[in-house]
Nanobody, 126 residues
Framework: QVRLVESGGGSVQAGGSLRLSCATS????????MGWFRQAPGQEREGVAG???????IYADSVKGRFTISRDTAKNTLYLQMNSLKLEDTAMYYC????????????????????WGQGTQVTVSS
């Protein structure tokens, strides 16, 4: 079975940083397109970053230049480094794993991901 477990969320002041982790089991992070999503109260879950099997990355315009997605193949873990955090970054953040080798040079939709973690909360205050 495939399991994804997020960690690293918390409360931080605007301008601060957090690093989210997504530990996987029954999965190989180096072989597939994976991504991070977020969902604020009353809003739809939206993709913020993706990485495919060759290491290519893609970001939503709202986080470009501030967030970095990466992976550690030895640990089978996906990461999201979040810098210069803004109030509007406040959301539940979810790790997602696909069965596609490529993200297709785009952010995959939530329907295209097969596996999901339970989420980790990020709260940014002024």
């Amino acid at each position: 079975q495939v399991r994804l477990v997020e960690s690293g969320g918390g409360s931080v002041q605007a301008g601060g940083s957090l690093r989210l982790s997504c530990a996987t089991s029954g999965y190989t992070v180096s072989r597939f397109c994976m991504g991070w999503f977020r969902q604020a109260p009353g809003q739809e879950r939206e993709g913020v970053a993706g990485i495919d099997s060759d290491g290519s990355t893609i970001y939503a315009d709202s986080v470009k230049g501030r967030f970095t997605i990466s992976r550690d193949t030895a640990k089978n873990t996906l990461y999201l480094q979040m810098n210069s955090l803004k109030l509007e970054d406040t959301a539940m953040y979810y790790c997602a794993a696909s069965v596609f080798a490529s993200c297709g040079w785009r952010l995959l939709s939530r329907e295209e991901y097969m596996f999901w973690g339970q989420g980790t909360q990020v709260t940014v205050s002024s």
